[in-house]
Every structure is written in C-alpha cells, then in structure tokens.
C-alpha cells in the first residue's frame, strides 16, 4: 500500500515536468508539422527557401517533393537548409521519435 | 513516422502540387526572367509618347514597338545577307515617316541606293502617300521630294560633280574629288601618279570654267578649247601647267586617263547627269526638309561605276551635313544601302568615323545598310568606333563575324540543354556563355526577315523579333507605278530629257560663244601690246 501510495506521489510531483515535457514535445511536434506541410520558409534575409523539389541525399538517393522526408535508403531526414540568395543556412527541426538525422 | 504519415495524409496533394509548381518555375524560371525583362522594355517604349514604328513581334507575339524619335536621331546600322529583310526593315521606318508627311517639316529622310530596290520602295511609298492626300498636300509634298536617278533617262537630274561646294576651298574640293576619282574610278589598274596629276589640273581648269567632267575629252583633245579655258583661268599654277608642261604629257597617259573617263560614261544616264551644269545643294536640301532618293544603279551602269557614284554622293553629303548650322531644326535622316561601300577608300574609311561621329550636332543621322560590315572595313579600329557611335542595331541573318558586337546583348533563357550522348547520364544545361554562343553561332542560320533589335541607350539586351512584311504590291502592279513616276519629270523636281538636252546645248553654245568673244578680246589684247612694244 505505501508502495503504492509512494508512486502516486512521486508521480503527482513529476507529473508537471512530464506534462511540461509533453508539451514542448508536442511543440516540436507540431513545429516540424508546420514546416514539413509548407512548400518555403522566409530566409533571415527576407527570400523564399523553397523546401520543395527534386532533392538528393547524400547516400545519392534522389527524390521529388518535400525536403522533410526520410531517405528510404538510409533513413536519414536533411537538417538544414541553405537559402541560394544570401548563402545562410537554416536549421530544419528535428524530426520527433529521435529519427536519423543527417546533414545535407 | 506517424508524423510523416500525418504530413502525407493531410499535405501530401497540396505539397505535391507544390513542387510540381516549383520545378517548373526552375524550368521556366530564367525564360520568363528574360522575356519580363523584354516585356518591360517593351511596355516603357510603347509608352512614349509620339509616333512609333513597328518594328515586328518577338517570339511570344509582342509587338516591338519603337519610337520613331528614337530611331531618327541616332546613328543605326542594319546587318544581313540577301534578302534576310534589310530593306524591309528600313521601309519600316520610311514608311512611318511618309506617313506624317507632308505636316511634319522638321523630320526628313534621303535614300542612298546603289542597287535600286529601297529607292523604287521609297519611289512607291512616296506615290502612296501622294494618293492619299488631297491636292493641296500633294502639291506640298512633291515639291519636298527631290530624285537624282542616275538610271533614268527620261528624267534627268544635272550633277556635275566638279561643280565646287558653297564655303568649301579650292584645293581640297579638287583633293578630295581626285582622291575619290583615283580610288574608284572603274578600271582594271589604279591611276597612275602622273595620271593623276594631268587629271588634277583638268579639274582644276573645268572646275573654275563651271563646266562638267564631260568635257575632260574635249581639254585632253582639243587645243583651241583647251587654250581658252587656260586663258580664262585664274589660277596661276594651273596656267603654268598646261601653258608649259601638258604638252609634255606621254600620250600613254592621255590615252589611259581617256579610257577610264570612257568606262564612266558608258552609262546614257550617268552621262546625262553628269554633263549637268549644276550639283544639287544637299545642304540646302536637308535644311529645307526635302526627301532627296538617290538611285546609283541601272541595267547599263557598272558596278564600279555605282561604287563610284556612290563615292561621289557621299562625299557630297558628308560637306552637306558639316556646312549645315549646328542644331537645326530639321533632322535628316540618311538610309544608306550597301553601306560596306562607304568604307572602300582610305579617304572614305577616315571620313566615315567622322560623319558618324559629329553629324548629330549638325541634325543628321545615318542609318547603314550592310551585308558584310567587317569585311569591308579592314581597319578594326574603325569598325570599333562604327559600333560605339552606334545607338541602335537590327542584326538579321548573315556573319556571326559582322555580329560580334552584339554577342555581349544576346538575350539568354538559360535553358538550352547540352546534348548528351551517353543515354544514361544526365543531360545539363548551357552555361551563360555557351548559350551566348550558340545564339550568335546561329545568327547564320536566322530565317528571313527574323533577327535581333538592340536600342543601346534603352537596354544591355538585344530583342528577338521578327520583322512585319509590308504591303507592297508585286510584280507588273508595282513597276507600273514606279516605273512611271521615274520617268516623269514633275516628279522629284528633274528635268525631261528633251528639254535637259537642249539647256545643255544653249549654255555650250553661250559658253563657247562667250569664250570666242573673250578670246578675241584677249587676243587683240595682246596684239595691241606687241604692236606697241615694237614701235
């Protein structure tokens, strides 16, 4: 019984981190949704990223469509992105479920 | 990957769509750019107000529409092989200004011809616009148009080239028409020096008689007519020379300085005109606005002596425009064609630059007509200031080498692909320069009447087009028309031959008659001093 009461406790102390942590997941959860149902993002220097296209994994699986997607080879999703006008890069978010993130 | 599947189950159409969208923005994407760019162009210069010409439409069916302002004042130049739309181009042009005739007096134009199918163009256009207008008009324009058709011999213009130009001094009206004769005299060998120098003094001594170079035969000939030009002539040095050296004169040199003056005259017409006692006053004739067609050819007249005429005609012009008060209120136009002839004399290659180079303060502006530009003119420098002095240009199908000026303004699309040969690699597309290459590479290749249109002052890039054809009539419709207007002599301000003739033989005969007299007088002159000295 005090075991048990001991967990509801411990549980009722954590419970705000866990829900806090719950909530930032969703956040990048549901940032990452945003951006990888969005055909550009905005450059800090004012122009179009375009994240859709013909893209080319560095395994050198080539695929069309959304930038934000997993290799089917090696499973990697691109990191970044770099904008052709001004040469900055931009930083993708991580994919949730501590996917294979990779660098393109 | 429930986040993927997310992502595909509600975006995956729209993000599908997307990037459908985007690639073929990339494909399109250069294209576009550059025909925007042309479109803006085209848009700022079909905003200007006045009068334009449409010069054609551009591959995606814009009309290219030019201010005529534009063109009229600035030196231009017209590239392209046989029958690539060179003349048609130029009507273009012509026939938006005869369109505002004979209202508008400070804009006027004047035809260079030495093959006779602009200046028949002109001939027709101007009788269209007769047709059109009601009497009062009609009558203001024909007396603004001037002909000199060398070919004709029913209508006859007098031009005596050794008629001396207003303001121009003695010794270089006489270099210059020397150097002229010299170079482009029609013969198989050049003039000798000796040759030249026999020629000289007869210029000199028709020249202050006021007599045409018809007579050249009659001073190499006839002693007694030679003897009383001599006597009337004021200049000291020429006396001289024939008093003490022409007699010394190999009769080789006659005989050949005859012979070449033969081949000048075998044409009727050329000689006709030629035998002229006057010369028209160009610059009187640009400053009161006439449209001045010169015509260099016809079936009996050689093509050295076109080259010659030519020759001649344009270093009239070139007095002209420089005798002309600066700023004036009539801009002239020239439209010359087959102007690679302008550049085959040192003398004209050096007076060319010149006239493209400061005419424009004096209100007077050449348009060239050319096939072959940079084999004509030797001189790269030349051709370097040619291109500089030049504001717009219409390259149509001919020498990629004649077009290298305009290699730099060639619009790109940045979409050629480069052919692969491997079928399994993938194909790439032409770099910037490669494409510009191609593009002047293919120049050669343009189909008639289709080219590039560069306005320097208005755009670094060159416009594709091509060129409206005109609505002329052919054949047998179109010569009755011209070929009658150019043996009327009410048309152009000529004389008819009858009466050419006979003013020819009443001023010899009062030429002649007055000299006898003059003789006489000299004669009895000198008898009465040698008396007395003797008494």
């Known amino acids: 019984m005090n075991e048990f009461i001991r967990e509801i406790l411990l549980t009722l102390a954590a419970s705000p981190f866990l829900i806090l942590r719950k909530i930032t997941g969703l956040r990048h959860h549901i940032h990452f949704l945003r951006i990888a149902s969005t055909a550009a993002i905005a450059c800090t220097c004012g122009r179009p990223i375009f994240l859709v296209g013909i893209w080319k994994c560095s395994c050198n699986y080539t695929y069309r469509g959304h930038l934000l997607r997993h290799c089917p080879i090696c499973g990697r999703i691109p990191r970044m992105v770099r904008c052709h006008g001004c040469g900055l890069t931009t930083k993708l978010p991580e994919a949730p479920h501590g996917d294979a993130h990779r660098e393109r | 990957m429930d986040t993927m599947w997310l992502v595909e189950k509600f975006a995956g159409k729209d993000l599908e769509r997307a990037t459908a969208r985007r690639l073929e923005d990339l494909v399109q994407g250069p294209l576009r750019a550059s025909r925007d760019s042309t479109s803006r162009l085209l848009r700022a210069l079909a905003a200007v107000q006045g009068p334009s010409v449409h010069f054609g439409t551009t591959p995606w069916g814009e009309d290219v529409r030019v201010p005529l302002t534009d063109l ?258 009539v801009t002239y136009v020239w439209m010359a064609d087959e102007a690679q002839n302008f550049f085959l004399t040192k003398q004209q290659q050096e007076n060319m630059p010149d006239l493209l180079n400061m005419a424009r303060a004096y209100g007077s502006f050449f348009h060239l007509l050319c096939q072959n530009l940079s084999t004509a003119v030797s001189d790269g420098r030349i051709l370097e200031m040619l291109h500089t002095n030049m504001r717009w240009s219409l390259t149509l199908r001919g020498s990629p080498t004649d077009a290298a000026f305009l290699k730099s303004a060639l619009p790109l699309t940045g979409r050629v692909r480069r052919p692969e040969a491997h079928p399994f690699r993938e194909a790439g597309i032409y770099g910037p320069e490669e494409e510009r290459s191609l593009a002047h590479a293919s120049i050669a290749s343009l189909p008639d009447r289709e080219g590039y249109l560069w306005l320097k002052t208005r755009s670094p890039y060159a416009v594709r087009l091509r060129t409206p054809r005109l609505r002329l009539p052919e054949g047998a419709a179109f010569r009755e028309i011209v070929d009658a207007l150019r043996d009327d002599p009410s048309f152009g301000q000529r004389v008819s031959r009858g009466d050419y003739v006979r003013m020819r033989q009443d001023q010899t005969k009062r030429y002649q008659g007055k000299t006898r007299e003059d003789l006489d007088a000299v004669l009895a002159a000198d008898y009465r001093r040698k008396e007395e000295a003797y008494v």
Not at chain 2, 93 to 116: N, Q, T
Not at chain 2, 123 to 146: F, G, K, S, T, Y
Not at chain 2, 297 to 310: E, H, K, M, Y
Request: charged letters at 25%; a positive charge; proline letters at 5%.
């Open chain 2, 72 to 329: 009229v004042h600035a030196v231009g130049l017209m590239t392209g092989g046989m029958g690539a739309g060179k003349t048609m181009a130029a009507l273009l042009i012509l026939e938006r200004i005869v369109r505002l005739l004979p209202h508008v007096r400070s804009l006027a134009f004047g035809v260079i011809d030495p093959k006779g199918e602009l200046f028949e163009r002109a001939v027709w256009l101007l009788a269209w616009r007769l047709n059109q207008l009601p009497r009062r008009q009609q009558e203001e324009l024909l007396d603004r148009i001037v002909v000199i058709d060398f070919a004709s011999r029913q209508a006859l213009s007098s031009y005596n080239i050794l008629a001396r130009w207003p303001h121009a001094e003695e010794d270089y009206f006489i270099t210059n028409r020397l150097e002229t004769l010299r170079d482009l005299l029609p013969s198989s060998e050049k003039l000798s020096l000796r040759g030249a120098n026999v020629l000289k003094y007869i210029l000199v001594l028709l020249s202050h008689a006021g007599l045409p170079l018809t007579y050249l035969n009659q001073v190499l000939g006839e002693e007694d007519f030679r003897k009383r030009l001599v006597e009337k002539c004021p200049n000291e040095e020429v006396r001289a020379y024939f008093t003490s050296h022409f007699a010394m004169e190999g009769k080789q040199t006659k005989e050949a300085l005859r012979a070449r003056m033969e081949s000048l005259f075998a044409s009727e017409g050329v000689k006709l005109a030629l035998s002229g006692e006057t010369a028209p006053d160009f610059r009187k004739l640009q400053n009161e606005g006439k449209i001045v067609l010169i015509n260099c050819s016809g079936p009996t007249i050689s093509r050295g002596v076109r080259l010659l005429l030519q020759g001649l005609v344009l270093s009239d012009i070139r007095q002209s425009i420089f005798a002309r008060p600066t700023n004036p209120p």
